[in-house]
């Protein structure tokens, strides 16, 4: 908290928390009520006598029914949940064991190999999905879930592992110890003495990984052709905008379910997740 | 039964040679004390007993096995750590069963034995708790419980004591010294606090540097200190020391310094003669030195003012100058004195100590 008078918290802490969680929380506020409005209302000029930007009194649902009438939206929320659930379970796999291994077994060239790892998470996807498409034409998974399973690790087991190689550093060496004195294995000692101390930080990989792939677009985008196939971000874009024409209310319909399922996954987890985050275990 | 026997041990990391040739035989129940200044080693070597750290170099023995290849998990070993390492995930009661469970023990002899731990650590009404809830006296009882539950041939303990407020420390040091006669079981603990060295040690080792200065009792440490260093470590307020050369005067030998003369007493002035011409430094505990009378011979007497009285009631110590050096000499709580007085002292020279200036070893 700001300590002093009444004029110093308001000017440092309370108008430039407004203002953020204002420019924050805006364009959700804006999904929501485009969704339930009803297209005469939409498409209306913004000098148009009874304009009403911010509100409306005629909610309709008229946008979602189209969007699971109309389109595959249903199936694309299926695509989505799968692909990102299973990118999702392969990431924290190899994630908790690679932050494992750099963080506790100190082999030769364990440092030169996390920043190896790192780096490969620095190279961006929007070049990274020229090589890749290659490759998943070779191995003939274009079109299909697998071509983004496999491809979105690429990037989330990098960011696993360094966020899990953090937090396992953090925890103190002799609880490992101590367990491995108790008669525990390395194996052991990690299944049950370190990893469920890790689950705060697991828990939070688990969901920045899962979010990650739930968004992804580029190589949804490039990778998956036919509507059937399609996720949620590449459905709606290339299916709700015909040529310069968008479909705004089943549009903002599509983004509002699509972002549901991560806004409870975050607000499931959100206590764990901001200790895993900060990294703090408590003795 | 178990005796642990270090023979040559070294430690390198890297480039620093942290433990040096390190040669010890721990006996059977003995309760042995590592005691130095941070950085000396004595973590080290007790991590090079419980296997958490390879050997450079050298021999570890359990018993008559060597074990510098086998793994902590079948050592025997049971270690308590100074940050107590409890399973923050686990209830008291599961902390205590890890160890057992991990060598596949019957359910009811876990029970048994959690049970017998608790009793006597008296830790009962705790072992449903997580360790999150206990404070810093109960985790430590609870680390110590973690340690009896195996029964193990070794207990190790790595300042196990330095994160608990100055009372309670008092208060567990002594239920752990009851409690190592209770169970009769060879352990080596590591501290850098003299005071718990000499209260719970059989023997103590002390080092410096990766050296081993000393190895004795308690008292034989105190009484008949090796070096300067074990001098000034062991002992508290600690010893006072004055660089001196040695002198022979009247045929006697001497410690002279400007505006202090020492005469040394019997063997030491035997041995104290081969030495003649020498720096030495003079060593003189603080509970040595007296307030003078008709009865001390004068050349045991000196000369010196006071610098700064510190009353603790159960005794005085006086911060002086006597010549070219400070002392610290503690007198009876009735004597009145001020800053700046003058005072003769007296010391008893039975009890003077003698250490080479270059060597620092005693003489």
Redesign the interface.
Do not use: K, T, W
């Given at each position: 908290m700001i300590e002093g008078a009444l004029w110093r918290r308001w000017v440092f802490y309370n108008i430039p928390l407004i203002l953020f969680v204002f420019v924050l929380l805006f364009p959700f506020y804006w999904m929501i009520v485009t969704t339930f409005r009803p297209d005469g209302e939409l498409y209306l000029p913004w000098n148009a006598p009874n304009y009403m930007p911010f509100w409306t009194n005629n909610p309709t649902l008229e946008h979602i029914l189209y969007l699971f009438e109309e389109t595959n939206f249903a199936r694309w929320m299926f695509n989505t949940m799968f692909i990102a659930l299973v990118s999702t379970v392969i990431s924290l796999f190899c994630g908790v064991l690679a932050g494992y291994a750099l963080a506790r077994l100190n082999f030769p060239y364990a440092g030169g190999l996390g920043t190896a790892i790192f780096i490969t998470y620095l190279v961006p996807q929007t070049l990274l999905f020229i090589p890749l498409a290659e490759i998943i034409r070779n191995f003939q998974l274009g079109d299909t879930p697998w071509s983004l399973i496999l491809t979105y690790p690429t990037f989330l087991i990098p960011f696993c592992t360094w966020l899990m190689m953090g937090y396992f550093k953090a925890i103190p060496k002799e609880l490992e110890e101590c367990a491995r004195i108790d008669g525990a294995s390395r194996w052991k000692a990690m299944v049950y003495i370190i990893i469920p101390v890790a689950v705060p930080g697991i828990l939070s990989s688990g969901i920045i990984a899962f979010t990650l792939s739930w968004n992804e677009f580029i190589y949804a985008l490039v990778f998956l052709s036919s509507p059937d196939q399609k996720t949620v971000p590449v459905g709606v874009t290339s299916e709700l905008i015909r040529g310069d024409v968008f479909f705004w209310g089943p549009l903002m319909a599509g983004a509002l379910l699509g972002s549901i399922p991560v806004a409870i996954v975050y607000s499931f987890f959100v206590e764990h997740y901001v200790s895993g985050l900060t990294g703090s275990v408590k003795g | 039964m178990a005796e642990v026997s270090l023979h040559k041990l070294n430690k390198k990391f890297d480039t620093t040679h942290v433990v040096k040739d390190v040669d010890l035989q721990i006996r059977d129940k003995e309760f042995m004390v590592f005691v130095g200044p941070s950085g000396c080693g004595k973590t080290t070597t007790l991590r090079m007993i419980?296997?958490?750290e390879a050997i450079t170099a050298g021999e570890i023995r359990i018993d008559d096995r060597v074990v510098n290849e086998v793994?902590?998990?079948d050592?025997d070993?049971?270690?308590v750590?100074?940050?107590?390492?409890?399973?923050?995930?686990m209830s008291v009661a599961s902390n205590l069963a890890?160890?057992l469970k991990?060598?596949k023990f019957e359910k009811a002899e876990i029970e048994k034995r959690i049970n017998n731990a608790a009793s006597i650590l008296g830790i009962e009404s705790l072992l449903q708790r997580k360790?999150?809830q206990l404070s810093g006296g109960q985790r430590q009882r609870v680390a110590l419980g973690?340690a009896i539950v195996?029964d193990p041939k070794v207990f190790l303990f790595d300042e196990p004591l330095s994160n608990l407020d100055a009372k309670l420390r008092v208060q567990m040091r002594v239920e752990l010294k009851k409690l190592h006669e209770r169970l009769a079981v060879t352990s080596v603990y590591v501290t850098h606090d003299q005071v718990e060295a000499m209260t719970l040690g059989d023997r103590v080792v002390v080092m410096k540097d990766g050296l081993v200065q000393q190895v004795g009792e308690p008292l034989e440490l105190y009484n008949t200190p090796a070096n300067r260093f074990v001098a000034g470590f062991i002992g508290s307020p600690a010893m006072n020391f004055a660089d001196v050369t040695l002198v022979e005067n009247g045929g006697k030998p001497v410690a002279e310094a400007p505006g202090l003369r020492i005469g040394l007493p019997g063997e030491l002035a035997t041995r104290a003669r081969a030495k003649t011409g020498h720096k030495a430094t003079l060593g003189i505990r603080p509970e040595d030195i007296h307030i003078a009378t008709a009865a001390d011979a004068p050349e045991y007497c000196f000369e010196a003012t006071v610098e700064v009285v510190e009353q603790l009631g159960s005794e005085i110590l006086l911060d002086m100058r006597a010549g070219p050096a400070l002392m610290v000499a503690s007198v009876e709580p009735t004597l009145r004195v001020r800053a700046h007085d003058s005072l003769k002292l007296a010391l008893k020279p039975e009890r003077l100590h003698l250490f080479d200036a270059k060597t620092e070893a005693a003489i």
């Open positions: - | 419980a296997g958490l793994p902590p998990m050592r070993i049971a270690m750590f100074q940050n107590y390492a409890l399973y923050p995930h890890f160890g991990m060598r360790p999150r973690r195996r």
